[in-house]
């Protein structure tokens, strides 16, 4: 999925070193299930394990790429992928301190949006984030989704053993036409560097 500022691919092993990089600060790390990357060859479990998520066709991880560097700065995924209801969701997005809140998540998140609704047809996108982690809620917010309700104990956080209550959000089908004219609107007027 090529677009002005980055390219979502495939999450392959050969994004392991850019991606230990990306992933240095500690904060990215706050509301996600595990706590960044010790060494090199976390990086490389941690993309196995996407792909070996990703066997069963319910899941399909992604590097996001940025074009001006050919760096990989982040990663993000389609999780909970169901064909025969044409739903999904997107998660498991984090970038690397520098593109954060810059139009390197605006347009990796239009990317994945357009594929969905244009080429897999699907009629619903969830998204679900830290009930606590007003940052990405705001994100959402600007983003278009439509908050739908917070969901108790919805998922164990992995590195310290608690569970997390998830703030539920969704875009369906018939909001796409006007929310892509408007996302489109945005990242010609934005550049990727903040």
């Not at 993309?47 to 560097?69: T, Y």
């Not at 997107?90 to 990317?111: D, H, V």
């Not at 998204?127 to 917070?150: C, I, K, M, P």
């Amino acid at each position: 999925m090529l677009g002005r500022f980055v390219e979502v691919v495939p999450l392959a092993r050969v994004h392991a070193a850019d991606l230990f990089v990306a992933a240095a600060r500690p904060d990215i790390w706050r509301h996600m299930p595990i706590r960044g990357f010790s060494d090199l060859s976390a990086v490389e479990r941690w993309i196995d394990a996407a792909l070996h998520a990703a066997q069963n066709e319910r899941e399909e991880p992604f590097a996001i790429v940025d074009r001006a560097s050919g760096k990989a700065i982040g990663s993000t995924r389609y999780l909970d992928v169901r064909c025969e209801e044409r739903a999904l969701e997107i998660g498991w997005t984090w970038l690397a301190g520098p593109f954060q809140r810059t139009s390197a998540n605006t347009e990796s998140k239009y990317l994945l949006l357009r594929q969905a609704f244009e080429e897999r047809d699907v009629l619903r996108v969830a998204f679900f984030t830290d009930a606590q982690n007003g940052r990405s809620r705001a994100a959402l917010v600007r983003l278009g989704a439509t908050y739908e309700g917070t969901l108790r104990s919805h998922r164990a956080r992995a590195a310290n053993g608690f569970s997390r209550d998830s703030a539920a959000y969704s875009i369906i089908a018939p909001e796409w036409p006007a929310l892509r004219t408007r996302l489109e609107s945005k990242l010609r007027r934005h550049a990727v560097r903040p």
